[in-house]
């Protein structure tokens, strides 16, 4: 036999192409206010609470309660995202690529907008008539990494149901109404601590079955949004946010002055390659403090195992 016939040997190829491991879009935008705003900055008023007064006399002066009144100021940035495809490359490939890029790009784009949610809630806020005035984080609605169930050893330092119910209490406390959804930003790590605490995996405590599912999406009036780009609170602990309110009041919002746009063109300048452009334009305000708090946890989610 010839030696020249692995010459002709067929080498085959994939005519799909695979997104390896990622965020698939943004995971947090469903959870807080969103808001289209025109210009650099929105600005949103907001209302505060008064008391009614006991009137003890009759004809008494009208009384004038002078409701508080106060604006929360968005600002925006621009966010984009390119690359290119050689035309000479899609001659080369059994498949075109052009359709995947714009899935990676709109994905990518997701992740951006929770990193802008993640990093504004707690973040200076900007309040005043001109938005110029900086409110700081209120550290009041911090959930220590320590906080554990009473009388429990050692400290536990990852997410557990102790915590959980004194996020829950903060917001309680805050006059929060309790018909209002609540959110917790939740990762992998802090998943499997939850899970270890028999409060979650026992059906004498709940109806779900994490163990079996693999996950919990809800506990304890907590709505869970999985993501693993939570940040760093100091060097060995992350924060998990969490804050209250739907699309409507909420403690988190995010202004929109461009929403997610594409654009697939010829570039003349680079050989005419195909371009895969995205960008937006957008920003994320924390809007009231008592509506806002973090879990403080162990960033690899803590030793504690069972509470019992």
């Given at each position: ?149 009473p009388g429990v050893t ?91 309110g739907g699309p409507g ?41 008592a509506r806002v708090g ?15």
């Amino acid at each position: 036999m010839s030696i020249q016939v692995p010459e002709w040997m067929v080498q085959q190829y994939g005519s799909t192409v695979y997104h390896l491991c990622q965020q698939k879009g943004s995971k947090l935008r469903r959870a807080v206010r969103v808001e289209t705003i025109t210009g650099k900055n929105g600005f949103f008023d907001q209302l505060g609470s008064t008391a009614a007064r006991r009137r003890t006399s009759r004809h008494s002066d009208t009384p004038r309660m002078d409701t508080p009144h106060s604006r929360r100021r968005v600002s925006t940035v621009d966010i984009d995202w390119a690359d290119l495809i050689d035309s000479e490359d899609k001659v080369k490939m059994l498949a075109d690529p052009t359709s995947a890029y714009a899935e990676a790009a709109a994905m990518a784009m997701g992740r951006a907008i929770d990193d802008e949610i993640l990093a504004a809630v707690d973040a200076d806020a900007y309040t005043g008539e001109t938005g110029s005035t900086a409110v700081s984080y209120s550290t009041t609605m911090d959930v220590a990494v320590d906080a554990v169930w009473p009388g429990v050893t050692p400290a536990a330092s990852g997410l557990n149901v102790a915590k959980l119910i004194e996020a829950g209490r903060l917001l309680s406390s805050g006059n929060v109404d309790p018909d209002e959804p609540r959110w917790l930003v939740i990762d992998a790590a802090a998943t499997a601590s939850l899970m270890k605490d028999t409060r979650v995996n026992s059906h004498d405590y709940n109806s779900l079955k994490p163990l079996t599912d693999g996950q919990i999406v809800k506990y304890y009036g907590f709505n869970f949004l999985p993501t693993e780009r939570t940040l760093l609170y100091s060097a060995g602990v992350k924060k998990l946010p969490f804050w209250a309110g739907g699309p409507g009041t909420c403690g988190m919002l995010l202004g929109v002055a461009k929403d997610i746009s594409a654009k697939i063109t010829e570039r003349a300048d680079k050989n005419y390659a195909t371009q895969v452009f995205t960008n937006m334009v957008l920003g994320a305000t924390r809007m009231e403090e008592a509506r806002v708090g973090r879990i403080l946890c162990d960033i690899d989610g803590g030793p504690e195992g069972n509470l019992d």
